[in-house]
């Protein structure tokens, strides 16, 4: 779950990025979050992160109070979280399966868990077939699958996927949003950042609209 209470940051040149934020995410939505460049949609990632701090008011997400929670624990904070990124951020001399392993090797996760794990997470993002090619050898849309897999590979209770079709054509985008959504059935929170209101408006659900740091709409559409 994700809870902002009365949240604003003020970055050190003065700029105002979020202004009173008040939100509320509970355990297995999907919401899309929107808004134009510099509306304040990175800015809120980060926070959720714990890349930076709220100036002032409350942040919690999935059970941590970012306000209280020490800089060596963050981890623990971000072990809960799967990303999805726009440029993908595969490691392009990994192949697939590696770059989805890489993830549970870096927690040193048991070998034997890792084994069926990581096949497991490919097979839900369809790509069984693919898993020694690398990443040079595939389309854009294949790559986000990749990377799809690697942010579920860790069970996170929440995906942030921050503008992931932003690089694909449109039926390659649905066909990723569709698998988010597949995603978000089986019980995962995802919260999905985009500026592209075409695909918002076709799929509907939860939308949250920023505009100069504040919430403009947050409603079912
Ligand atoms: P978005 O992701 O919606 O494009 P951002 O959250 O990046 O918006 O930015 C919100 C506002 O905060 C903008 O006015 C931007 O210029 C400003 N901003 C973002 N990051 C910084 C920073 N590190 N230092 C100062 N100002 C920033």
Redesign the pocket.
């Known amino acids: 779950m994700v809870e902002l209470k009365n949240v604003s940051v003020t ?3 003065g ?1 105002e ?1 979020l202004h009173n934020v008040n939100l509320t995410i509970h355990d297995e939505e999907f919401a899309f979050v929107v ?1 134009e ?8 990632i980060k926070l959720l992160i714990k890349e930076i701090d709220a100036t002032s008011g409350s942040v919690k997400v999935n059970g941590f109070d970012l306000g209280k929670l020490k800089q060596k624990d963050v981890p623990k904070l971000r072990r809960t979280i799967g990303f999805v990124f726009q440029d993908f951020k595969l490691i392009n001399t990994m192949n697939v399966y590696d770059n989805v392993a890489f993830v549970l090797r870096s927690i040193d996760a048991p070998l034997k868990y890792i084994r069926k794990r990581v096949p497991y997470v490919i097979g839900l993002v369809g790509l069984k077939d693919k898993m020694k090619a690398y990443p040079t050898e595939m389309s854009g849309g294949e790559q986000q699958r990749v990377a799809l897999a690697r942010a579920l590979v860790n069970d996170p209770k929440l995906i942030i996927a921050d503008e992931p079709t932003g690089n694909l054509d449109p039926k390659t985008s649905i066909e990723i949003i569709q698998l988010l959504q597949g995603i978000n059935q089986c019980g995962t929170t995802v919260l999905m950042v985009t500026h592209e209101h075409e695909l918002v408006k076709r799929f509907g659900g939860r939308t949250i609209s ?1 505009l100069d ?1 504040q919430i403009k709409f947050d409603d079912i559409i």
Request: glycine content about 24%; overall charge positive; charged content about 5%.
């Open positions: 970055y050190q040149n700029v990025a808004g460049s510099g509306a304040g949609k990175s800015t809120l920023i740091g």
